[in-house]
């Protein structure tokens, strides 16, 4: 008989993780189980925030429930692909039509299965540090080898284009770009997307533009679309509704392919291989995708006065007050990135720094060892909660932090 303790696990597990919803989490829904006191801000979940879907997207969906109940097409419903085609050729992406959509169970489910149509055993993926973990994870889940290139804290968190081009060799297959960037708020320049679109095209790269956040700009920093910048390379930008329709919990996301004029080779014969596997997205959710793509009031969230604008400033203006943090202000999506002067604190790494901040003070945030390699001393902080949840959170992180500076005092 085989024992539990028999079982073995695929040896790809070694080493995945997703810190976001790691041990960390689980400590955190412990102590919330045992009556303590927990603030978590480590979820870029808006709906969880006050920051509800426009009724119109809900209604959408409950009209459609009957006619939902059998699978849609392999890519997804003929009207929802249309929909996100209309959209994308509204941002100058004028050669998407319809049956270059793919509609998936959120970008999380796109981007796995895109990563297995490109990646072999061997084959590397560049990819941005920090990084949204669920790439890199998805990367080695593929069977591939994720080479994480740096973004510079000291240069806005803007990547160096020689550097990247130096990390390439013939095992590259593809190179990532995170544009807003998850978890930095950065917005990379259109001069920047150039410098790497001439470097997949120099190397034979496929691009993969992961743009989640893509309506989430402030002080009228502008996005580009990577695609826009090399209409002659392969390129899948991935899109959803779970940051822009504020409905996380749907599931719905979507890649665009641009950069293959014909229909017929190996990439897309991947791609509609591996989405008929999955049989089809989510049905009822599909029927989100018009109304949601219809009801655009992000840009209302972010202007000045607007909510999102207003729970950013709020959270950066009390970090920057903090002795010893220093944030670079994040110009798009929703999070911020401080680092934290350990030598001034005497902090241990970043993992061991946010389990005392959870353990000590009740507040839970993402780690930045847990988002690649980066420099020790980062934690990454959602700025969708309401300012009065901010400042507890800066009120908590400041009390950990004295406490710190006392024993550091003590010791001297």
């Not at 050729?89 to 490109?118: C, I, Q, W």
């Amino acid at each position: 008989m085989t024992r539990h303790a028999d079982i073995r696990t695929s040896p790809k597990l070694s080493g995945i993780s997703y810190s976001l919803r790691g041990p960390l989490a689980a400590q955190a829904e412990r102590m919330r189980a045992a009556g303590k006191d927990v603030l978590a801000l480590n979820l870029g979940d808006p709906a969880a925030y006050g920051l509800p879907t426009d009724p119109e997207v809900v209604r959408a969906v409950r009209d459609n429930l009957d006619r939902a109940c059998g699978y849609s097409a392999a890519q997804g419903l003929p009207a929802a692909r249309e929909a996100v085609a209309r959209h994308y050729r509204a941002k100058g992406l004028g050669t998407v039509r319809p049956r270059d959509v793919y509609l998936g169970n959120g970008v999380s489910e796109l981007a796995a299965l895109s990563l297995h149509a490109l990646l072999g055993p061997g084959d590397e993926i560049l990819v941005p540090a920090p990084d949204y973990p669920m790439w890199t994870a998805s990367a080695v889940l593929a069977g591939g080898s994720p080479v994480h290139y740096r973004c510079d804290e000291a240069s806005a968190w803007f990547p160096d284009p020689a550097d990247i081009a130096r990390r390439t060799t013939d095992r590259t297959r593809a190179l990532l770009v995170i544009n807003p960037n998850n978890p930095t708020g950065a917005v990379w320049p259109p001069e920047i997307l150039d410098a790497l679109a001439e470097v997949a095209r120099r190397h034979g790269l496929v691009l993969l533009a992961d743009e989640i956040y893509a309506d989430f700009l402030y002080d009228g920093t502008p996005h580009t679309p990577l695609a826009t910048r090399a209409p002659d390379v392969p390129c899948l930008t991935f899109g959803g509704l779970s940051k822009r329709g504020r409905i996380p919990g749907y599931r719905v996301g979507w890649l665009a392919l641009t950069g293959c004029p014909a229909r017929d080779n190996a990439l897309t014969s991947a791609l509609d291989t591996l989405v008929s596997l999955r049989l089809c997205p989510s049905v009822p959710a599909q029927h989100a995708v018009e109304a949601a793509l219809r009801a655009d009031d992000t840009t209302a969230l972010t202007a000045p006065g607007g909510e999102l604008r207003r729970r950013r400033d709020h959270l950066c203006r009390l970090l920057d007050d903090l002795p010893g943090v220093r944030t670079v202000k994040p110009h798009g999506a929703f999070y911020a990135f401080p680092g934290i002067d350990r030598g001034r604190y005497r902090l241990g790494d970043d993992a061991s720094l946010a389990d005392e901040l959870l353990c000590e003070v009740g507040l839970l945030v993402v780690p930045g060892s847990g988002l690649g390699p980066v420099p020790s001393g980062h934690l990454r902080v959602v700025t969708l909660p309401p300012t009065e949840i901010l400042t507890e959170a800066v009120t908590r992180l400041t009390r950990f932090l004295d406490r710190r500076t006392r024993a550091s005092a003590g010791c001297g």
